[in-house]
Nanobody, 129 residues
Framework: QVQLVESGGGLVQAGGSLRLSCAASGRTSGSSTMGWFRQAPGTEREFVATISWSGLRTYYVDSVKGRFTISRDNAKNTVYLQMNSLKPEDTAVYYC??????????????????????WGQGTQVTVSS
């Protein structure tokens, strides 16, 4: 079992920045591929970014490339999403997700929701124009 708790959301003006954190706990939290997803009102949840548990591989949805950065501190079992140059269309509930894996999955990354077994409760990000 892996437990995930997101924090860092809030209200920010367009062009501003926020850093989301996702604290993981549980037996396999340290060897998990991690992802960030978001869901805006009236839309389906969508992939935002993912990072392998080695930290060596990352991948982003096109709409956030160059603005968002995913990173992790395995010593703290925490994953971050640094969001810069925020736009009103980034407004959504942001969810952290984890998928534990064996040693050979150290560089695996996943973009699909169904590939993640564990989810946080979400944190609201609102970007005003």
């Amino acid at each position: 079992q892996v437990q995930l708790v997101e924090s860092g959301g809030g209200l920010v003006q367009a062009g501003g920045s926020l850093r989301l954190s996702c604290a993981a706990s549980g037996r396999t939290s340290g060897s998990s591929t991690m992802g960030w997803f978001r869901q805006a009102p009236g839309t389906e949840r969508e992939f935002v970014a993912t990072i392998s548990w080695s930290g060596l591989r990352t991948y982003y949805v096109d709409s956030v490339k160059g603005r968002f950065t995913i990173s992790r501190d395995n010593a703290k079992n925490t994953v971050y999403l640094q969001m810069n140059s925020l736009k009103p269309e980034d407004t959504a509930v942001y969810y952290c997700a984890a998928q534990p894996g064996p040693y050979y999955s150290a560089n695996y990354i996943y973009t699909g929701q169904k590939e993640y077994d564990y989810w946080g409760q979400g944190t609201q990000v609102t970007v005003s124009s």
